[in-house]
């Protein structure tokens, strides 16, 4: 969600390495901008509404400087994306800037007497609580440690002080805080809402723990635990570079990322399987396969959509019975878990997702061994989970998730063979496995093949832009990548979208059919093809216009079946290569993400930061 960075610096480049700061954060999602300097002995705020452009030309036509400040990009929750609103918050002797929800703020509020707040937002009560101890004559560290004692939610904070210029004290409290560290002779210190924030600034990091806050001055870094008691934590290389968040040659993060993907899933696999031997090397689980009940697949949005395709992969080859939940929902309606030998599977590309990472916590709870599948290491949800497999994917910056997708597909794929071959099941007679492990070294070529759809996967968006509604229709494991591919267009292109299993479709969907629905329909040529064919069929009798994604064979036998030139021109194709069935939504991930940012690319929408979402949902 928010964006938090922090800077105790040494020279006045300060306000630009803030900037620069907040330029790394704008994959989180945001609508206001913002950061505070200590300047002539005085908090100097500045803050704009909108992109961070917005800030910079303000910061150019009202200049600030200073050695020391914190910086800001908000994502709406309290009150309007308004300047009045937009952090840092600040009274003249403290300002502030925070990420996440203080739940109490309104009783807060009421202990306050004779201020006025010039925000709706719950931040600025922070501020107020922090001044009126330093008014008591506490010091900054004991005001802020009494503050935090009154704070009830999700939370991560830096604050600044006007009376002491060389000191950030920082929080954290469900909500992610790393602290960075900018070498021996540079004698500067930073704090981030994540690594990829102090990117090129910070050579060393420190991952503060849940209820950690850490004081930081111009010689030292003190941490203390919530109870107010100094402590050490790791202090690790930082291994992001400024390189790695660049968007190359690309117009769009979003298109970077998607060419990235043989090469993401190419590490994926060189690091998992064991090719020669066709075996899956994965790091020891939480529960020996032979003695798992029952696997919990827990996730949030694109990462849920992963996980429904686990569950086909899981029960198919490994026949171990599998529940898919969105995180959200699990710990709320009392989920039937078994009492020992229960195996939770936890996906997250940032592993910092509220909704997640409290449904870990819920089921650890209750007895379950927790397995992430997690792009960032040492991230909350890689800490706190008993083992953890690690997608490789590398920074992700556009919004919409694409390379973390079929990286999570890649890995889960593999942790699914891995179970069938610890419990020596068959998996479809004695050939299956050797040709599945050679559909899992396929892959990276197959996906380099695949973007050679490109140019016709334009010309369908420039007609698809104008679509009113879409649906999206697949069967079997290509269901789940019909949910992806309507969640990809309606939230970069702002067109309505849904996805449906192709069966479902005269159970309700089907009274939408006329001549102005796209029907996008996901269909390899496997067992199922001959009846989403006639799904496809039904579609184009109504009028509607249909996209036909699939192989070859698959293209031909649906052309076979059109009889008139009327219906012929309903259709639209788009090819994919031809690969193992099993693995099919891996490789039919890659043409719903570029039909869908080609959509966008012709509406002209921001497609790295689209309207409303963050990368990072690091609230309920």
């Known amino acids: 969600m928010c964006g938090i960075i922090g800077i105790i610096g040494k020279n006045d480049d300060t306000v630009s390495h803030l ?20 300047d002539n002995d005085a908090i100097a705020r500045r803050r704009a509404e909108g992109k961070l452009q917005n800030l910079e030309r303000l910061i150019k036509a009202e200049p600030i400087a200073g050695n020391i400040g914190i910086g800001h990009t908000r994502w709406a929750t309290h009150g309007a994306p308004t300047v009045n609103n937009a952090h840092p918050h600040g009274n003249g002797k403290v300002a502030l800037v925070h990420n996440g929800i203080i739940e109490n703020f309104h009783e807060l509020q009421k202990q306050l007497s004779g201020v006025h707040l010039e925000s709706e937002t719950d931040t600025e009560v922070v501020v107020h609580l922090i001044s009126d101890y330093l008014d008591k004559g506490l010091p900054p560290e004991q005001a802020v440690h009494e503050t935090l004692k009154q704070l009830k939610g ?18 954290r409290k469900g909500s992610p805080l790393v602290v960075g560290y900018g070498g021996q002779d540079a004698e500067e210190y930073f704090f981030g809402s994540d690594a990829l924030a102090l990117a090129g600034l910070a050579t060393h ?49 979003m298109l970077k990322e998607i060419y990235e993907q043989p090469t993401v899933l190419g590490t994926v696999l060189s690091a998992m399987l064991d090719a020669a031997r066709y075996h899956v090397q994965l790091p020891d689980l939480p529960i020996a396969p032979k003695n798992i009940e029952k696997i919990t697949i827990i996730a949030c949005g694109t990462a849920s959509y992963a996980g429904m395709v686990g569950k086909y992969w899981i029960e198919q080859w490994a026949g171990i019975p599998v529940e898919v939940d969105i995180a959200s929902e699990f710990r709320y309606r009392t989920p039937a878990l078994p009492k020992q030998n229960g195996l939770c599977i936890i996906i997250s590309q940032s592993g910092e997702t509220m909704d997640t990472l409290e449904a870990l916590r819920y089921a650890k709870q ?39 997708f079929t990286s999570q597909l890649v890995v889960i794929a593999l942790l699914a063979q891995y179970l069938a071959q610890s419990l020596d099941k068959s998996v479809g007679g004695e050939k ?4 599945l492990m050679r559909g899992f070294s396929e892959l990276p070529s197959k996906l380099i093949e695949g973007l050679n759809s490109e140019e016709m996967i334009k010309t369908i968006a420039r007609d698809l832009q104008e679509a009113r509604d879409v649906i ?3 069967r079997g494991k290509m269901f789940p990548i019909a949910l992806e591919g309507a969640l990809k267009l309606k939230e970069i292109s702002y067109i309505h979208a ?12 089907i009274a939408l059919i006329d001549e102005y629905i796209k029907v996008v329909v996901l269909a390899p040529y496997d067992a199922l093809f001959e009846k989403i064919l006639s799904n496809m069929q039904e579609v184009i009798s109504r009028n509607g216009k249909v996209i036909l994604i699939s192989d070859r064979q698959g293209i031909d036998a649906a052309k076979q079946q059109i009889n008139t030139a009327r219906d012929m021109e309903l259709l639209s194709v788009i090819e994919v290569p031809s690969c193992h069935q099993d693995l099919a939504p891996i490789l039919y991930s890659l043409p719903v993400q570029l039909l869908a940012y080609h959509t966008a690319l012709i509406k002209g929408v921001d497609i790295d930061q689209p309207r409303n979402l963050a990368k990072s949902v690091t609230v309920e």
């Open 19 to 38: 900037i620069e700061g907040l330029r790394r954060l704008e994959y989180r999602g945001y609508d206001s901008t913002g950061i505070a300097t200590l």
């Open 154 to 171: 999700a939370f991560a904070l830096v604050i600044l002080f006007r009376d002491f210029p060389d000191m950030l004290i920082g929080a």
């Open 205 to 253: 990091i420190c991952y503060l723990e849940d209820g950690d806050w850490a004081v930081l001055k111009r010689d030292k870094i003190v941490i203390y635990d919530e109870a107010g008691t100094q402590i050490d934590r790791p202090i690790e290389l930082s291994t992001i570079s400024s390189a790695l968040i660049g968007k190359g040659n690309h117009k769009h993060y």
């Open 366 to 404: 209750h007895g379950q061994k927790i397995l992430a599948i997690v792009n960032v290491e040492k991230s909350t949800i890689d800490r706190e989970a008993d083992q953890s497999i690690y997608t490789r994917t590398g920074p992700e910056i556009s919004v919409a998730s694409t390379k973390a």
């Open 432 to 435: 299956q496995p050797l040709e």
């Open 472 to 474: 999206f229709l697949g």
């Open 498 to 509: 849904e996805g449906y299993a192709a069966g479902e479709l005269k159970h309700g969907p």
